[in-house]
C-alpha cells in the first residue's frame, strides 16, 4: 500500500511540474499561397489556396476551423440578428444586411478541400469553416490544405465590399479563408460579428487576376511592377499588354497574419519615399473633391510614420499603402483603408490612428476579440501624441481629454462593462468603443501620471522589442512596466482592466495653525492611486508633495521644476491621509493631480480653496 501511495505521490509531483511549465512560449505558423481570378462584371471570384499549417504547440491538433468571414453579409447571419437586436445598432450596418438579394450578398462556399492530398469531412457553419482531419497535426510537424472555393464579394457595407459610397469598386479585407488562430488559450475561431480580427502570422504569395483596367493596392510586395505598371513599374514605361483584357497581379508579403488589397478603375497613384527606405503609396479615386487633401497628407504620413518609428519601434516592412476603400478607417497588413477625404483634418486624423495600428494591430496583434483595448487604446494613445507633434501643438499636457470625458461619462452612466469583456459580448456599441478607444487609451496615459511619463516611453519601446510578432497578453505589457519602471502593477491592470472600479479622491479640508497647515485626503473610490497633491500659498509660492501607493512599492520620479516633496505612503485600506506642512506660509488652495491625467471621476472634490 505504502508503495502505491508512493507512485501516485510521484506522478501528482511529475504532472503538477508539467501543469506548471506548460505556459512556454509558442505560437504557429501558417503559409498562404492563393490564386484567384476576379470577375469585375459580376463581383464573383474563384480561389486556390495551398496553406502550409505548422504545429509548433504541445498539443496534437484533431481538427482545425477556418474563418469565412463573406459570410456574415447575408439575410440571417449572425452579425445581421446582432446589428438588428443591438440597442444602439452601427448606422453602417443597421438591417441593410437583411434587404441584401442575391446578387448582393457575400459568400465562401469550398468547393474541395485536402489533407495533404486527401479529401477532409468539412461543415460550414455560418462565418466559420469546421474541418475533422485525416491525421491528426503533432507537435512539431505541419501539413499541406489545399482548397478551392467560389466566393461573391458583398455589397459594401462594414469593411469589405463592393462598390462602397466613395465609388471604390473593391475593398477586398477579410476575403479568403483564413485558418484560425490557437495558442495558449486553445482555438480561436469566433464567428465574425463586426468586431476586429485575430491571425497566424506566415508567408503569403498572392496571384490576383482582374480586368486589365483596375490598379490594385494592399499588402506586400509587387513582384511583377514591370508587367502590370500602373504607378508601380518605372516611370515612362508602358504596361505589357494583357492577355484576355486581364492581368495578374503577384504579391509576396513575408511575417504577416493577413493579405488585404482594394481595387478600381479610377485610382491615382502616388508614391513618397518615407522614413528609412519605406515606400509610401498613396491610392484614391479621381475626384477633385478629394484630390488635394489626398495629396497634402502624403508628406504628413511620412511625419507620422517617422514619429511612431521613434516612439514606439522600427517599422519592419518596407512599404505602407494608403488606400481609397471601405467604410471609414480600418487598418491591415502593410496599408489602411480609408473612405471619404473632403475633410482634410479628418483624413489625417484618421490616417494617423490606422498607421499606429501598424505596430500595435499587426506587429505586436494582441487577440483583439479578448483585449481589444490594447490595440485601439495604446493606438488612440500614440495617435493622438504624433498629431499634436505634426500639428505643432505638443506643449498641452492631456492629449487625451476626450477620452478622459468619454471614460467618465461611462463611468458615471452605470452600464459600464470590465474591459476584459469579449468584444462581441458588449451590452452596446457605446460601451464596446468606449472601452477599447477611449478607456483604452486612459489606460497609457494614466499610467504615465503613475510611474512617469520618462518610464512610460521606455516602456513602450521595450515592449514592441521584447512582444514583436509574439501577440502579447495584458500580463505581457503590464511585466514590461513593471521591470522598467520598478513599480509593482498588478493592482493597476486588475482594478483598471478587470473590474469597473473607479477613481474619486477628495480634499475635505485644510487647516492651519502656528504649527503649520494640515490637508486632510480622502479615498472615496475602490480604484486605488498614488497621488500627486498641487499646493499653492498666498504669497505666490507652489509646491508639490507626492503620496506614494503603498502597494505600488515605489514612488514617481520628479518630473518638474516646481519643489517636490515626497510623503510617507498611503494604504489602500485606510480611507483618509492626513498631510502636515510645516511653516508659518498660509495656504490658499490645494488641488490633487493638476494635470488632469488621473482619470478621477468627481473632478469637484479635487479642489479645496481657503478663501
Request: net charge negative.
Amino acid at each position: 500500500m505504502k508503495q502505491v501511495i508512493s507512485t501516485i505521490s510521484l506522478l501528482l509531483i511529475v504532472f503538477s511540474g508539467l501543469a506548471q511549465n506548460n505556459t512556454s512560449y509558442w505560437q504557429q505558423h501558417v503559409d498562404y499561397t492563393m490564386e484567384i481570378d476576379m470577375d469585375v462584371e459580376s463581383f464573383q471570384y474563384e480561389g486556390k489556396q495551398t496553406a502550409i499549417y505548422t504545429n509548433n504547440s504541445p498539443d496534437v491538433l484533431n481538427r482545425v476551423f477556418y474563418h469565412l468571414h463573406f459570410n456574415a453579409f447575408q439575410p440571417g447571419s449572425d452579425m445581421d440578428i446582432r446589428s438588428r437586436t443591438i440597442g444602439d445598432p452601427d448606422s453602417r450596418v443597421g438591417d441593410r444586411i437583411s434587404k441584401l438579394s442575391p446578387s448582393e450578398i457575400g459568400y465562401i462556399k469550398p468547393t474541395l478541400l485536402t489533407q495533404d492530398g486527401k479529401a477532409l469531412k468539412y461543415e460550414v457553419v455560418g462565418t466559420v469553416l469546421e474541418v475533422e482531419l485525416n491525421i491528426p497535426i503533432q507537435p512539431g510537424h505541419s501539413t499541406a490544405f489545399y482548397m478551392e472555393w467560389d466566393a461573391q464579394v458583398p455589397l459594401q457595407i462594414r469593411r469589405s465590399g463592393r462598390n462602397n459610397r466613395d465609388g471604390v469598386a473593391l475593398s477586398m479585407t477579410q476575403w479568403y479563408p483564413k485558418i484560425a488562430e490557437y495558442d495558449f488559450q486553445g482555438w480561436h475561431a469566433d464567428p465574425y460579428i463586426s468586431r476586429e480580427f485575430h491571425g497566424v502570422w506566415g508567408d503569403f504569395d498572392v496571384k490576383i487576376t482582374i480586368d486589365a483596367d483596375y490598379t490594385i493596392g494592399g499588402t506586400g510586395y509587387l513582384q511583377n511592377a514591370e508587367e502590370v505598371g500602373h504607378g508601380y513599374g518605372p516611370e515612362g514605361l508602358k504596361p505589357m499588354k494583357p492577355k484576355k483584357g486581364k492581368y495578374t497581379w503577384h504579391f509576396k508579403a513575408p511575417k504577416v497574419h493577413d493579405f488585404t488589397w482594394a481595387a478600381d478603375d479610377e485610382y491615382i497613384h502616388d508614391k513618397l519615399e518615407g522614413p528609412n527606405g519605406v515606400m509610401l503609396h498613396f491610392l484614391y479615386k479621381n475626384d477633385p473633391e478629394i484630390i488635394e487633401n489626398w495629396k497634402k497628407i502624403q508628406p504628413k504620413t511620412a511625419e507620422l510614420m517617422e514619429f511612431f518609428d521613434e516612439n514606439v519601434g522600427p517599422y519592419p516592412y518596407k512599404q505602407y499603402s494608403v488606400i481609397h476603400g471601405g467604410d471609414g478607417g480600418m487598418e491591415y497588413g502593410m496599408c489602411t483603408l480609408i473612405s471619404g477625404g473632403q475633410r482634410y483634418r479628418g483624413l489625417l486624423g484618421t490616417t494617423s490612428h490606422e498607421l499606429a495600428h501598424s505596430w500595435f494591430q499587426f506587429v505586436l496583434a494582441t487577440n483583439e476579440s479578448k483585449h481589444e483595448w490594447m490595440d485601439e487604446g495604446f493606438t488612440s494613445y500614440i495617435s493622438s501624441r504624433a498629431m499634436a507633434k505634426v500639428n505643432n501643438n505638443e506643449p498641452k499636457v492631456n492629449k487625451w481629454s476626450g477620452s478622459y470625458r468619454g471614460y467618465a461619462f461611462i463611468a458615471k452612466s452605470g452600464a459600464e462593462q470590465p474591459m476584459s469583456t469579449h468584444a462581441d459580448r458588449y451590452a452596446s456599441n457605446r460601451g464596446y468603443g468606449i472601452a477599447a478607444y477611449s478607456k483604452g487609451a486612459v489606460f497609457m496615459a494614466q499610467l504615465g501620471y503613475v510611474i512617469g511619463q520618462d518610464n512610460l516611453d521606455k516602456t513602450l519601446k521595450q515592449y514592441y522589442k521584447d512582444w514583436s510578432f509574439k501577440h502579447p497578453t495584458p500580463n505581457d505589457f503590464i511585466r514590461v512596466a513593471e521591470k522598467v519602471s520598478g513599480f509593482e502593477l498588478d493592482w493597476y491592470l486588475t482594478d483598471w482592466t478587470q473590474t469597473t472600479n473607479t477613481i474619486d479622491y477628495a480634499v475635505r479640508n485644510v487647516q492651519q495653525d502656528e504649527e503649520g497647515s494640515y490637508v486632510f485626503l480622502e479615498r472615496i473610490g475602490l480604484m486605488p492611486m498614488p497621488i500627486d497633491l498641487f499646493v499653492e500659498y498666498e504669497d505666490g509660492y507652489k509646491e508639490f508633495f507626492h503620496i506614494p501607493l503603498q502597494m505600488a512599492r515605489a514612488e514617481k520620479p520628479r518630473e518638474t521644476d516646481i519643489s517636490w516633496t515626497v510623503m510617507p505612503d498611503w494604504s489602500w485600506a485606510n480611507p483618509e491621509y492626513k498631510l502636515m506642512i510645516g511653516g508659518d506660509r498660509k495656504i490658499s488652495k490645494v488641488s490633487i493631480d493638476p494635470t488632469g491625467l488621473m482619470a478621477d471621476i468627481n473632478k469637484e472634490n479635487n479642489v479645496f480653496s481657503t478663501n
